[in-house]
């Protein structure tokens, strides 16, 4: 037998089991074939895509002419944006746009600046957010080690390091976790780090009379964080230390 034939058979099982022992992933990533402000121009061209064809389902055709790209590279976030629902697959193969990514066309227009945040509790019902939110409830964490958490979730590996780091993107942008170097952490208007010493405003004199031997109280305002505040009266001649 021609030893040539051994050896290319040799290689074709070689290379399949290599296929093989590659395990699949068990959670849909964002691909990296398109950056991550090339996927929010994705995002935002579903709607004005839907509002050109008259609020019906869009093809890719029809995303793809409004960000200069082709069909099948918009394509392929599709699974992902169904997967987070950004947009709903429609038996015919095309897409409408989700109640929540209407909502946020709507924010768009009235407050682009922080329409992205309207997002938010869309985002954080996904896989993804689950998985790091309640660790930064406990602690910061590296980058490096809110990407491991995430590649163990999906079993990704090192080949998809960047497609686990849109996914940091995503939280970051409608702001469910902040950035800070290196650290993943929460915003501090999401539970993060309340200031020992909150500053005090809104001084006023109390309405109420003081009585013979006490100087009328006075009202003191501290501000804990976003949704929790303190009211305390003091005398006026109490005095820090």
């Known amino acids: 037998m021609d030893s040539n034939y051994n050896l290319d058979v040799l290689r074709e099982v070689g290379n ?16 990296d074939r398109i950056g991550f402000t090339k996927q929010q121009e994705i995002i935002k061209a579903y709607l004005a895509a839907y509002e050109k064809v008259g ?23 599709n699974a992902f944006l169904v997967d987070v629902g950004f947009i709903i697959r429609s038996e015919s193969g095309k897409y409408t746009p989700s109640s929540d990514l209407l909502s946020f066309s709507k924010s768009l227009h009235f407050d682009p600046s922080n329409a992205w ?4 509790p869309l985002l954080n019902k996904t896989w993804f957010a689950q998985e790091i939110i309640p660790r930064l409830k406990l602690k910061e964490l590296e980058e490096t080690e809110a990407l491991t958490h995430l ?4 079993n990704a590996d090192k080949e998809q390091s960047a497609q686990l780091k849109m996914l940091l993107d995503y939280l970051s942008t409608v702001g469910l ?24 405003i809104n001084q006023k004199k109390n309405d109420n009379p003081p009585d013979d031997n006490a100087e009328a109280p006075e009202s003191y305002t501290l501000i804990l964080d976003s949704a929790r505040k303190v009211v305390v009266q003091a ?5 820090a230390k």
């Open 16 to 31: 399949f089991e290599s296929r093989m022992s590659k395990v699949k992933l068990t959670k849909t990533l964002p691909t």
């Open 55 to 77: 609020s019906t389902s869009v093809s890719n055709e029809d995303v793809a002419q409004l960000v200069g790209m082709k069909a099948s590279t918009v394509s392929m976030l």
């Open 117 to 120: 945040t309207k997002l938010a």
């Open 151 to 154: 590649a163990v979730c999906s």
């Open 177 to 200: 976790i902040a950035r800070d170097g290196s650290k993943v952490k929460l915003p501090s208007h999401k539970g993060g780090h309340v200031d020992t010493k909150p500053p005090l």
């Open 235 to 239: 005398p006026s001649t109490i005095t």
